[in-house]
């Protein structure tokens, strides 16, 4: 997994999940051989959907081996900046997938220094370790 350095997104005023999709060719292939609609697609929506959540996609971070990628950390609205990162591999899978959504519409991690403690059950065996905060940028910065 690499890490990418780049400024905080600008604060929305909402807390809530900050989830970082990679949009790797493997990743974005896995999506679209599991469903009918693309994981990827899924996760924009519930994202959309949710008040405060953020979704930044991310070039190959390099975890192929491990199905598709994503990390899942809490980001403080008021000031834009996340904590510790959950990395989740296999989000292809339907039933990873769907303990993934249902995280992200419940608000994800409510901690930003030990976000693995609240990963749900069901998500238990994807996680593939804690990283460091997600830094990200708007579009066209």
Same mark, same amino acid.
Request: proline share 11%; no cysteine.
């Given at each position: 997994m690499t890490s990418h350095h780049a400024e905080p997104p600008p604060p929305t005023g @909402? %807390? &809530? /999940?900050?989830?970082a999709l990679c949009a790797g060719h493997r990743c974005e292939a896995l999506h679209r051989l599991a469903d009918d609609r693309t994981g990827a697609d899924r996760v924009r929506s519930t994202v959309a959907n949710?008040? &405060? @959540? =953020?979704? =930044? %996609?991310?070039p190959c971070v390099g975890a192929c081996v491990t199905g598709a990628v994503a990390a899942v950390a809490c980001r403080d609205g008021a000031t834009g900046t996340t904590g510790a990162s959950v990395w989740l591999g296999g989000v292809d899978q339907p039933a990873i997938l769907h303990a993934l959504l249902a995280w992200i519409r419940s608000g &994800? /991690? @409510?901690s930003t220094d030990r976000p693995v403690s609240d990963v749900p059950a069901a998500l238990q065996d994807a996680v593939l370790g804690v990283g460091r905060p997600i830094h990200a940028r708007s579009q066209g910065r």
């Open positions: @909402a %807390s &809530g /999940p900050l989830i949710r008040r &405060g @959540a =953020v979704l =930044v %996609s991310t &994800g /991690p @409510a």
